[in-house]
């Protein structure tokens, strides 16, 4: 009796044509993606920015009252825009009142392809007073009292605008303006 031998090889790979499917599939699925991701990280860097201004301000605000001292925010706008925190006065000598101590300190590298793009403030410089509370703009050591509110005009690399404000008695907050710039989710101003 004949016994049949058979050998059975299983040859295991992808094929070209296997292959050449997966890489297009990749390429479509990449070409939906990357739009989508670089509007997410515009967006992100000017909400960042935004929010950091917000809390930095806040920060400013209740330093002037616990040291009852002046603070400046000074903003140096455009593409290279950055602002300092400074205490006008030492927080533990009351007779100090020329010290200046830069408290911090931000800029674009903090947040890339995002820029101040105007304030409405004099001289790009923002004061929290310790005594009443209330805002002031301009000068070096002293400024005038604001009437409204003072804006500082964030851009982002593509175009979405958002404002930050600060009213009088220094209520700060944020908003984006209405229109095809405004910043999905924030208020709109």
């Keep these: 009796m004949k016994v049949k031998t058979s050998i059975t090889s299983y040859m295991g790979g992808v094929t070209l044509i296997e292959l050449m499917v997966s890489l297009s599939v990749l390429a479509i699925l990449a070409t939906i993606a990357i739009p989508s991701y670089t509007g997410f990280m515009d967006r992100y860097r000017l909400e960042g920015a935004i929010q950091g201004l917000y809390a930095d301000l806040q920060f400013a605000r209740s330093e002037s ?17 950055s602002y300092t925190i400074s205490r006008i006065g030492s927080c533990t000598n009351s007779s100090d009142s020329t010290t200046v101590t830069d408290l911090k300190t931000v800029g674009v590298a903090s947040f890339p392809a995002t820029q101040i793009a105007s304030t409405t403030l004099t001289s790009n410089t923002l004061f929290f007073e310790p005594r009443f509370g209330n805002v002031e703009h301009g000068g070096s050591t002293s400024g005038t009292t604001l009437s409204g509110e003072a804006q500082v005009n964030f851009q982002s690399g593509q175009g979405k605008q958002a404002r930050v404000l600060v009213n009088l008695i220094g209520r700060v907050r944020y908003c984006s303006p209405s229109g095809s710039n405004n910043l999905i989710g924030i208020p709109t101003c």
């Design 65 to 81: 009252v616990k040291c009852n001292r002046r603070v400046r925010v000074t903003f140096t706008t455009g593409s290279t825009w």
